[in-house]
């Protein structure tokens, strides 16, 4: 069983930055492809940020252009996500996933995951 663990949310003003971080249970978990999605209020969850268990390939949404990065430490099996320049439309549950196939490139469909955390709430202030 893999276990997921966000943390890192919290109340930013617009232009400002936070960095979540998801730590995963489980010896296996650490060859999982995991990504972020996130789910505003009245809205679908929507997919952020991917990042192959390697750590070479990674994929964004479009939405991000650049403000985000992905990362992963395996040996602390943790992945991590830096946000910059936070918009009041970045505002949301934040959750982290994974997936057990071991494919190259990280997929950017929430119906491919296995695996998924409680969620971080991130709130961007005009």
């Known amino acids: 069983q893999v276990t997921l663990v966000e943390s890192g949310g919290g109340l930013v003003q617009a232009g400002g930055s936070l960095t979540l971080s998801c730590l995963a249970s489980?010896?296996?978990?650490?060859?999982?492809?995991k990504a972020w999605f996130r789910q505003a209020p009245g809205k679908e969850r929507e997919f952020v940020a991917a990042?192959?268990?390697?750590?070479?390939?990674?994929a964004y949404a479009d939405f991000v252009k650049g403000r985000f990065a992905i990362s992963r430490d395996n040996a602390a099996n943790t992945v991590n996500l830096q946000m910059n320049s936070l918009e009041p439309e970045d505002t949301a549950v934040y959750y982290c996933?994974?997936?057990?196939?071991?494919?190259?490139?990280?997929?950017?469909?929430?119906?491919?995951?296995?695996?998924w955390g409680q969620g971080t709430q991130v709130t961007v202030s005009s």
């Open positions: 996933a994974a997936d057990k196939d071991p494919i190259p490139q990280p997929r950017r469909e929430g119906n491919d995951y296995d695996y």
């Open positions: 489980g010896r296996t978990s650490r060859a999982y492809n």
């Open positions: 990042i192959s268990t390697s750590g070479i390939n990674t």
